[in-house]
């Protein structure tokens, strides 16, 4: 089966696109050419490049699938309620008209009556054995999503002799990791239709993840801690800092979420579009 697909960026679009185009022996561009669109027996538009390319996947006569992880744009729509956020996902349904949407979350993916498909850990991510002590405390992403959680964080951290690191190297070298959104950052989309895939590396990392309420944080099987207030995240600290508590986290679920797993997933949701052919 001949897949494109089409997106362009950094973070999802590289794990979405390129990395798990790549799993699945797709062809994988920001540019599609002719000849991509004539060998194409589906197209993929992933995030905005839905309703950059739908036209031209119409014309060529290829089913569309539209990824819609983080279509919205950020911070800008951040702060739509539910009721403005389904607004949102109609227009771009009736602009895109695909034969089949793909949600990030399983919310995502029941307000635009498509399939749900989680995303993959971060290549090359492998859990270590958990320290004796906590040592270090780990956020993986834009620093500017923290707003009033950073002070918190450092504050817990000085306090009980930890570091608090910010976009480490390796995620299975921290003991702890967190994962927030503040202010602008924050929002309804944000915490029912952005993926997992922060709780997906902590899985990878074999590590326990403190973060908030969110619609991934109950589809997945979570091992940390939701905590609602920054004057929370102490409490989490200490429930979280027994080895015990760390050691073997997460390990049923992570085959799960590995890149060949999702690519398993992902072709059998790709191959019955490009059976059925073009919607009406």
Known sequence: MNVLIVGSGQGSWQMRGV???AAIGARVTSTPDPVDWARAEVVVLVKRAGRFWAET???????????ALDFWAQPDDNGCDASEAEGLLREQLAVIKPALTIGATKAMAEAAGGVYLPHHGRLGLVPTPARETVRFVGYDGDARYLGSW???????????????????????AMDILVAFRDGEWDGWMN?????????????????????QESGAWHELKQSGAIVRAPSGVEAAFDAWAPCEMRDRVWEPQREQFT???????YLNILATVARQGVSA
Request: glycine residues 10%; proline residues 8%.
């Open 19 to 21: 990395q798990l185009g």
């Open 57 to 67: 996947a119409r014309r060529y006569g290829v089913p569309i699938v539209w990824d």
């Open 150 to 172: 950073a002070p918190a964080i450092e504050a817990a951290c000085q306090a009980r002799g930890w570091t608090f690191v910010v976009n480490p190297p390796d995620l299975s």
């Open 191 to 211: 915490r029912q239709w952005k993926s997992g895939v922060k709780i997906v590396n902590a899985m990878h990392a074999g590590r326990p993840i403190i973060t």
């Open 259 to 265: 890149v060949e797993a999702i690519g398993r997933q």
